[in-house]
């Protein structure tokens, strides 16, 4: 059993008809989150909609937010990162050796649902630098990125400042 937290947010995502679904929870904000609340507020949802799922996210603060969504609704597949955020997801790093003097370089990538490095490509660079750049680049792994429960795709961009 987990702590007890209170509610601060229920979203819905991908519902057409929330307003309906959402007069029938037994869960309110500002209810104080325990398993069998969590535990109707599933079975109310399953009830309401075949596949309809539940999502339960505890923050530290004591506070959880409830995201009520279809599955098979059209989830985006790949979301662009800014380059910063991006990088804050980075698990693992081989540096790039680049050749003496080189100039700067600025890669696209593409991370897949599992954190590889799945394509990249160049955007500005000298071609030496810009390969030294891609190979270590497809060596790198970052977090995966999820969305609402589900793991997407990256795309995003990589820079190494010249020398």
């Known amino acids: 059993m987990q702590e007890p937290c209170t509610v601060n ?4 995502q991908w519902i057409p008809d929330f307003d309906q679904l959402a007069s029938q929870l037994p869960i309110h904000r500002g209810d104080i989150l325990t398993d069998e609340l969590v535990r109707q507020t599933a079975e109310t949802v399953r009830e309401f909609g075949e596949g309809l799922q539940v999502q339960v996210n ?3 603060d004591g506070r959880a937010n409830i995201i009520v969504y279809d599955p098979q609704a059209a989830w985006p597949q790949r979301i662009k990162i800014e380059p910063a955020v991006q ?8 540096p790039p050796v680049l050749p003496p003097q ?38 790198w792994k970052y ?11 990256i795309q995003s961009t990589v820079e190494f400042p010249g020398e």
């Open 58 to 60: 505890r923050g530290p």
């Open 143 to 153: 977090r995966p990125t999820v969305l609402n429960g589900v793991p997407v795709e």
């Open 102 to 139: 080189a100039g700067a370089v600025r890669l696209s990538i593409i991370v897949g649902r599992d954190g590889t490095v799945w394509q990249t490509s160049p955007l500005t660079g000298a071609d030496e630098s810009v390969a030294a750049a891609m190979e270590a680049v497809k060596q």
């Open 87 to 94: 990088a804050a997801m980075l698990m693992a790093k081989t």
């Open 9 to 12: 947010q229920i979203a819905f």
